[in-house]
T-cell receptor, first 110, second 111 residues
Framework: QKEVEQNSGPLSVPEGAIASLNCTYS??????FFWYRQYSGKSPELIMF????GDKEDGRFTAQLNKASQYVSLLIRDSQPSDSATYLC??????????FGSGTRLSIRP | NAGVTQTPKFQVLKTGQSMTLQCAQD?????MYWYRQDPGMGLRLIYY???????DKGEVPNGYNVSRLNKREFSLRLESAAPSQTSVYFC??????????FGQGTRLTVV
């Protein structure tokens, strides 16, 4: 079992709708949680980070963390074609290790 | 790419050849990482270095060695390249929010 699990997709969402991406992790000692966006042929770029249980909002993005359930999610509101990309969940432990999930491909259809 | 320089950008090797991928950061951060990315596999951690002078294995260390030469530089060496090591390799450092910042990647093909 991978330490960080994501549904590989592809996830297809109509333009203007909410895209919901999910991630689970196995290490209960994990302390930091991240969402990255990666366009084809490019490096991953950080879009959200969250450390505490609950919701964190930044523009059209909301990250949600539930440590008891070992679950992290990303909501993208008012989805745009430019949001079409692969989204990577990453989890960091206190030992400096940062582990990524396999990524979810998101496609926004006009 | 956020203060991380990777060289080379592209490389073709023959099976059995060796090579070193270079990575340097100019942000004076302690932790550095090497990942590989294959289609559908996300990013898999090869090795990481929490500080100068220390290195630790990640998820897929077999076939690789690393050197943390100083605080700025973290190199990845393939001693005897195999076709299974064909991949895109990313170096990263850990920022102040504990997130990873990535270099532009090295596209390696082993034939």
């Amino acid at each position: 079992q991978k330490e960080v699990e994501q549904n590989s997709g592809p996830l297809s969402v109509p333009e203007g709708a909410i895209a919901s991406l999910n991630c689970t992790y196995s290490d209960r000692g994990s302390q930091s949680f991240f969402w990255y966006r990666q366009y084809s042929g490019k490096s991953p770029e950080l879009i959200m980070f969250i450390y505490s249980n609950g919701d964190k909002e930044d523009g059209r993005f909301t990250a949600q963390l539930n440590k008891a359930s070992q679950y992290v999610s990303l909501l993208i509101r008012d989805s745009q074609p430019s949001d079409s990309a692969t989204y990577l969940c990453a989890v960091s432990s206190s030992a400096s290790k940062i582990i990524f999930g396999s990524g979810t491909r998101l496609s926004i259809r006009p | 790419n956020a203060g991380v320089t990777q060289t080379p950008k592209f490389q073709v090797l023959k099976t059995g050849q060796s090579m070193t991928l270079q990575c340097a950061q100019d942000m004076n951060h302690n932790s550095m990482y090497w990942y590989r990315q294959d289609p559908g596999m996300g990013l898999r951690l090869i090795y990481y270095s929490a500080s100068e002078g220390t290195t630790d294995k990640g998820e897929v260390p077999n076939g690789y060695n690393v050197s943390r030469l100083n605080k700025r530089e973290f190199s990845l060496r393939l001693e005897s390249a195999a076709p299974s090591q064909t991949s895109v390799y990313f170096c990263a450092f850990r920022g102040w929010r504990t997130e990873a910042f990535f270099g532009q990647g090295t596209r390696l093909t082993v034939v």
